[in-house]
């Protein structure tokens, strides 16, 4: 019997959700299952990947072939460098004390990675809103500077008295004079 880890979909239209799932190769894909180990979520940022990686480890140990997605899952939690770690530890290239300390090694550097990435990922949304929120403010203002200017009557000018002539009226006396 072929045994496969896979994915089963389950969830809404256009909404999917995966559980990470050891099942027979002849089994359909949301069918009959040997076990549950873990789910997947890809609607999240970055996508959220939960599985028991022990029993992801045994099973890979036991022969059990990935899928492409899943081997990529497993692949980023590590449990396909524990594998090789372990293959090393079983031909007898490193000790066990040596494969533990190298995995922990790298498993405590991809966690502060992807804390990383999720922190630069709320700061950039922060930072976003607030710049959104400027500007909004900034045609908000504008809009009521110009509805104050529209409501706000134009000064008029006093009427000049009688004997003293505006500087319009001298000029078109001096062109009429010019013209006769």
Not at 73 to 101: C, E, N, P, W
Not at 111 to 121: F, S, V, Y
Not at 161 to 178: F, R
Request: no cysteine.
């Amino acid at each position: 019997m072929a045994v496969k880890i896979r994915l089963a979909r389950r969830g809404r239209k256009k909404a999917a959700q995966f559980d990470i799932v050891v099942a027979d190769s002849r089994a359909p894909r949301d069918g009959r299952f040997i076990e549950k180990i873990g789910t997947y979520d890809p609607n999240t940022n970055p996508a959220s990947i939960n599985f028991d990686g022990e029993k992801a480890f045994d099973w890979i140990m036991k022969g059990a072939q990935p899928t492409d997605t899943v081997r990529a899952m497993l692949s980023y939690r590590g449990v396909l460098y524990r594998k090789h770690l372990q293959l090393g530890v079983i031909k007898g290239a490193i000790s066990q004390d040596v494969a533990d300390q190298r995995y922990n090694d790298w498993k405590e550097q991809k966690d502060a990675k992807i804390e990383g990435k999720r922190t630069n990922l709320g700061t950039a949304k922060e930072e976003a809103r607030k710049a959104a929120l400027a500007a909004e403010t900034k045609v908000k203002e504008a809009r009521a500077e110009a509805i104050r200017k529209k409501n706000t009557p134009a000064p008029t000018e006093a009427p000049a008295a009688e004997g003293e002539t505006t500087e319009a009226e001298v000029t078109a006396e001096t062109t009429d004079e010019a013209g006769a």
